[in-house]
C-alpha cells in the first residue's frame, strides 16, 4: 500500500457530533463548538490519529485547536494538516492567520515558528502567534 493511501484527510463543518467524537479521541482537545468553524480530520489506515480545528474568527483565520494521537506524533502529521487547514482558510480570503500556544510545549512553539508564525503577544498563559499570507 502506498503512503498516500494510508492516510486520509477529511474537511467538515464543525457538528457537535463531530465535536462529540474529537473531544471522545481527544479528551484534552476541549473543542468549542461554533457552528461556522471546520474540523480536518486525519485518518491512518482507517483510524483518527489527528485533527485541526479552525475557522474564521473576526476576519481572521484562527486555529483553534491541534492534536495528533501520541503514537503518531513528530512524524509531520500536524504540519501537513495545518498546511491543509491554511490552504482553506486562505481561500476564504482572508490575509493571516492566528494560533494560541502553550510557550511550555516546545514542540508546537517550534512547529509553528517553522512555519511561519511570529509571536505577537501573551493572552492569560498562552502566547499568540500570527502568520500573514505572501502576496501571489
Given at each position: 500500500?502506498?503512503?498516500?493511501?494510508?492516510?486520509?484527510?477529511?474537511?467538515?463543518?464543525?457538528?457537535?457530533?463531530?465535536?462529540?467524537?474529537?473531544?471522545?479521541?481527544?479528551?484534552?482537545?476541549?473543542?468549542?463548538?461554533?457552528?461556522?468553524?471546520?474540523?480536518?480530520?486525519?485518518?491512518?489506515?482507517?483510524?483518527?490519529?489527528?485533527?485541526?480545528?479552525?475557522?474564521?474568527r473576526n476576519g481572521?483565520?484562527?486555529?483553534?485547536?491541534?492534536?495528533?494521537?501520541?503514537?503518531h506524533r513528530h512524524?509531520?502529521?500536524?504540519?501537513?494538516?495545518?498546511?491543509?487547514?491554511?490552504?482553506?482558510?486562505?481561500?476564504?480570503?482572508?490575509?493571516?492567520?492566528?494560533?494560541?500556544?502553550?510557550?511550555?510545549?516546545?514542540?508546537?512553539?517550534?512547529?509553528?515558528?517553522?512555519?511561519?508564525?511570529?509571536?505577537?503577544?501573551?493572552v492569560g498563559k498562552?502566547?499568540?502567534?500570527?502568520?500573514?499570507?505572501?502576496?501571489?
Amino acid at each position: 500500500m502506498s503512503h498516500s493511501k494510508k492516510y486520509e484527510t477529511i474537511t467538515m463543518p464543525l457538528t457537535k457530533g463531530v465535536k462529540m467524537l474529537i473531544n471522545h479521541i481527544f479528551p484534552n482537545a476541549n473543542i468549542e463548538y461554533k457552528p461556522k468553524d471546520k474540523i480536518l480530520i486525519y485518518k491512518f489506515k482507517g483510524k483518527i490519529i489527528g485533527f485541526v480545528h479552525y475557522g474564521i474568527r473576526n476576519g481572521k483565520g484562527a486555529i483553534i485547536g491541534v492534536g495528533v494521537l501520541e503514537g503518531h506524533r513528530h512524524k509531520g502529521h500536524a504540519r501537513n494538516m495545518l498546511i491543509n487547514a491554511i490552504e482553506d482558510i486562505k481561500a476564504s480570503g482572508v490575509d493571516r492567520v492566528l494560533i494560541k500556544v502553550n510557550p511550555l510545549n516546545k514542540a508546537a512553539l517550534a512547529l509553528y515558528k517553522s512555519m511561519q508564525f511570529m509571536p505577537v503577544r501573551k493572552v492569560g498563559k498562552s502566547l499568540l502567534m500570527r502568520r500573514f499570507y505572501e502576496e501571489n
